[in-house]
């Protein structure tokens, strides 16, 4: 993809389907390319939710599913809708297995969060942002966080959020 060879690229990431088929990632990597080369595919959406109904989430489908919904908030894919984005991350957060995972389960809460905010919804998504964090502890949701609070002109709440990670980098190991 990288030196232009899309089609050599969707053919490596069908390949990467066929070996492990319980994978969402490579399904999600494809529409992510479909989508932002403007073409919609209803059979690999289809199957995206498929497997996100049967399977957990992988590392790699919780990075092509963030590439996925990054994508469609920034307009760089416009055949893929915020809606449709929201509908797999509540077909993978439905599954038991997503749920034992506080990183997977944190991942799909932020995903739940960046929606809330790019539909208007802001106290959801600081809700939700804030459980993400608490679930799997990344100090970069707290970031994501901030930066909405400031989008949404609530600058009390980016002071707080701010003082929150200033306390949580302080106590790191890396401060001491």
Do not use: W
């Not at 992988?58 to 994508?71: C, I, K």
């Amino acid at each position: 993809f990288n030196q232009g060879r899309n089609a050599e690229g969707l053919e490596q990431l069908q390949r990467a389907e066929a070996l492990n088929p319980a994978d969402a990632g490579p399904v999600l990597h494809q529409l992510y390319y479909r989508c932002v080369g403007g073409e919609r595919d209803e059979a690999l959406l289809a199957k995206a939710e498929q497997l996100l109904r049967n399977f957990p989430l992988t590392v790699y489908a919780l990075n092509s599913l963030d590439s996925l919904q990054g994508s469609v908030v920034a307009s760089r894919c416009t055949v893929v809708t915020l809606d449709e984005i929201a509908q797999l991350v509540v077909l993978a957060q439905e599954l038991a297995d997503n749920q034992r995972s506080d990183l997977v389960s944190g991942y799909l809460l932020r995903f739940q969060g960046i929606h809330a905010f790019n539909k208007g919804e802001y106290v959801a998504g600081v809700i939700a942002l804030r459980q993400a964090h608490e679930k799997n502890g990344q100090i970069g949701i707290l970031g994501e966080l901030f930066k909405y609070e400031l989008a949404y002109g609530q600058r009390e709440d980016a002071a707080d959020t701010l003082m929150l990670v200033t306390e949580l980098n302080d106590a790191s190991l890396f401060h001491k």
